[in-house]
């Protein structure tokens, strides 16, 4: 596996995923490849879709629907979203949306960006960790991890369906929903890294981590478990 292949970088902006300001900077691996089909991962509320930024919400999702074209390509899917809203937990269901070659035409700094470029999301629910806890029964509680390790496997296996060779990801889950970065960053190394299903298949796999952390921890969980040796 070439040293290259796998890459993670610390992402301090709020729009840090797949539309940090420097395009041209941080995400020259990126776009330096334009034969290649480029994904971005994109966890949000299950059971809305992502029109939290119509009233000037800022999380990491909330700036990918404003510097792109994403809100339309899945307000039309309303099925995850009312299957996720019957369903009796927050492990939520593994309904996802596959929205190939959307445009991102502003920077996170809401600057219209001279040329727009095409991005493939994938949109998929993360386990809410924190209200199962809470609010649900140890059983459900126990189903956490395995149900978070099933979901990213889901993810990557839709990522290889179609053709996907340049990967964006992130701390999945691991903000407002509360599951634990070591979890997290370890199910993705046992795949990517471990799994021979998935650690040739793609060309390259960027995880862009947002910390905003003094020490830089979250980043540095993540480094650490997806080190190339």
């Not at 035409?105 to 219209?112: A, K, T, Y």
């Not at 290889?160 to 992130?170: A, F």
Request: aromatic share 10%; glycine share 4%.
């Amino acid at each position: 596996m070439p040293s290259s292949f796998l890459r993670v970088i610390p992402s301090i902006k709020r729009a840090a995923l797949a539309l940090s300001t420097s395009q041209q900077n941080r995400w020259a691996p990126l776009r330096s490849h334009p034969s290649d089909r480029r994904y971005e991962k994109e966890k949000i509320p299950p059971r809305i879709e992502n029109r939290g930024f119509l009233k000037g919400s800022g999380a990491q999702e909330e700036s990918l629907a404003r510097s792109s074209a994403l809100y339309p390509a899945i307000k039309q899917m309303d099925e995850m979203y009312e299957a996720n809203r019957k369903h009796d937990s927050s492990l939520y269901l593994d309904y996802m949306i596959f929205s190939p070659e959307v445009p991102v035409f502003r920077r996170d700094s809401g600057e219209l960006l001279d040329k727009p470029y095409n991005f493939s999301f994938i949109t998929a629910p993360a386990v809410n960790a924190g209200a199962v806890r809470e609010n649900e029964s140890k059983e459900r509680i126990d189903q956490i991890y395995p149900t978070m390790k099933s979901r990213i496997e889901k993810i990557l296996a839709l990522a290889c369906e179609e053709g996907i060779q340049t990967l964006v990801l992130g701390a999945f889950g691991c903000g407002v929903f509360r599951n634990v970065y070591e979890d997290v960053a370890e199910i993705f190394k046992n795949f990517l890294i471990d799994d021979e299903r998935f650690n040739s298949a793609f060309t390259k796999i960027v995880f862009a981590v947002l910390d905003s952390s003094r020490t830089g921890w979250k980043f540095k969980i993540f480094q650490e478990k997806l080190k190339n040796n």
